[in-house]
């Protein structure tokens, strides 16, 4: 079982749609999460952090960390065409040299 | 532009040869983070350099060693390749503060053939 699972998708939603991407940890030593989006081709591109349990937003960004579930959401309001691409969960343990673990990515499609 | 630089965006190359992949951190930042990419493993952690000094390992091959020079800049050493390593490989760098998260290069497309 990998530490941090998300579902692959692909995701497909109409222009205007809510989005909800969610990542799953097994390790509660997790203490920092992030969301990096990404472009086919490109490198991720970080969007949002956070550290403590709650709601986080940015724009038409929201990310929704559970740490007592160990399960982190990032929702998307108003999804734009633009949107359509791969969303990476991210999250380093405390102490464990900075090294980001990932999820295996959501693809995102957003229909016009 | 992310601010951190990597070369060559493309690489094909034969089994058996070796490659040096290069990557230049964003201005300021310290820690530069190899990850490999590819479609059935994800992104993955190879190696962490800090100020020239490595700083954490992951699953990287005995193949595979890297290293951070004194301008800070940093190469991926392939050798022996083999099909299998065929992916993206992705620099990022980040300051002391790398819980915020690290920007990522554009990375290194290489193909083994």
């Known amino acids: 079982q990998k530490e941090v699972e998300q579902d692959p998708g692909p995701l497909s939603v109409p222009e205007g749609a809510i989005v909800s991407l969610n990542c799953t940890y097994s390790?509660?030593?997790?203490?920092?999460f992030m969301w990096y989006r990404q472009y086919s081709r490109k490198g991720p591109e970080l969007l949002m952090y956070t550290y403590s349990s709650g709601n986080k937003e940015d724009g038409r960004f929201t990310a929704q960390v559970d740490k007592s579930s160990k399960y982190i959401s990032l929702f998307i309001r108003d999804s734009q065409p633009s949107d359509s691409a791969t969303y990476l969960c991210?999250?380093?343990?405390?102490?464990?040299?900075?090294?980001?673990?990932f999820g295996g990515g959501t693809r995102l499609m957003v229909k016009p | 532009d992310s601010g951190v630089t990597q070369t060559p965006k493309h690489l094909i190359t034969a089994t058996g040869q070796r490659v040096t992949l290069r990557c230049s951190p964003r201005s300021g930042d310290l820690s530069v983070y190899w990850y490999q990419q590819s479609l059935d493993q994800g992104l993955q952690f190879l190696i962490q350099y800090y100020n020239g000094e490595e700083r954490a390992k992951g699953n990287i091959l005995e193949r595979f060693s890297a290293q951070q020079f004194p301008d800070l800049h940093s190469e991926l050493n392939l050798s022996s390749l083999e099909l299998g390593d065929s992916a993206l490989y992705f620099c990022?760098?980040?300051?002391?503060?790398?819980?915020?998260?690290?920007?990522f290069g554009s990375g290194t497309r290489l193909t083994v053939v």
């Open positions: 991210a999250m380093i343990l405390n102490n464990a040299g900075n090294m980001l673990t």
């Open positions: 390790n509660s030593a997790f203490q920092y």
């Open positions: 990022a760098s980040s300051g002391r503060q790398s819980w915020y998260g690290y920007t």
